[in-house]
């Protein structure tokens, strides 16, 4: 590979459309962990976990664009919900709660789409 000198880009701006490119990836998430989310059959709540989930991107400074998918609604029982947790009842005692996957399952489907999408993204040159 040959290398390059960068005085050549001092007066160029080059800018990828990372957040165009985020925050549709982020959606797809979103959507598949909706689809995924378990909704709690004999219950007054009638699936409002399931209805939680947004997506909201930001900027952290000037140059760092964060999306972040999450529970608007219920986000104390995404780690409950996913990984299972003890449970304890007058009946039977104790016991564990059987777990949900539905985050991290998302996350894995998109995570290579998303790297893939980045890495084909056209690059935008303006001159300052």
């Not at 007058?90 to 985050?103: E, F, L, M, Q, V």
């Not at 995570?111 to 993204?121: D, T």
Request: proline share 2%; glycine share 8%; with cysteine.
């Amino acid at each position: 590979m040959e290398t390059q000198d960068l005085d050549k880009f001092q007066g160029f701006d080059i800018k990828i459309e990372y957040e165009k490119i985020c925050d549709e990836w982020a959606e797809v998430c979103c959507e598949n962990i909706k689809a995924n989310s378990p909704v709690e059959q004999h219950s007054s709540r009638g699936g409002k976990y399931q209805q939680g989930w947004t997506v909201k991107g930001e900027y952290d400074g000037e140059d760092k664009y964060e999306v972040r998918v999450w529970n608007a609604t219920d986000w104390q029982l995404t780690h409950l919900l996913e990984n299972g947790h003890l449970i304890t009842n007058a009946r039977n005692g104790t016991g564990w709660a059987k777990a949900h996957p539905h985050i991290n399952p998302a996350f894995k489907s998109v995570r290579n789409k998303f790297v893939k999408a980045i890495k084909n993204a056209e690059l935008k040159i303006n001159k300052k």
